[in-house]
């Protein structure tokens, strides 16, 4: 398996939801590279691309992935209860 590219988990953007939210990064191909928490939390690193071949490696440190997902949870958390106050 071929990889695209290495990302560091802090540049790709968090969006809540389903398997304890997910990782996302712009593809080339316009879509977006995704990978769960959950899957990250599995041992699983690289995230495809839905609509093309392509995929990334992520890169992050293995000893403090729960404290990462875990801020990046509340964060998107505090901006969707912020949303909702307007």
Known sequence: MSIYDEIEIEDMAFVAGERGGSFTY???CGDR???SAE???GGED???CPSCSLRI???FDAD???DV???AQAKAAATE???AAH
Request: net charge negative; charged share 10%.
């Open 26 to 28: 712009p593809c080339p």
């Open 81 to 83: 209860a912020a949303a």
């Open 69 to 71: 997902i875990a801020a």
């Open 33 to 35: 590279f995704i990978l």
């Open 39 to 41: 899957e990250l939390l």
């Open 46 to 48: 690289v995230a495809p």
């Open 64 to 66: 403090t992935l729960e």
């Open 57 to 59: 490696r992520i890169v």
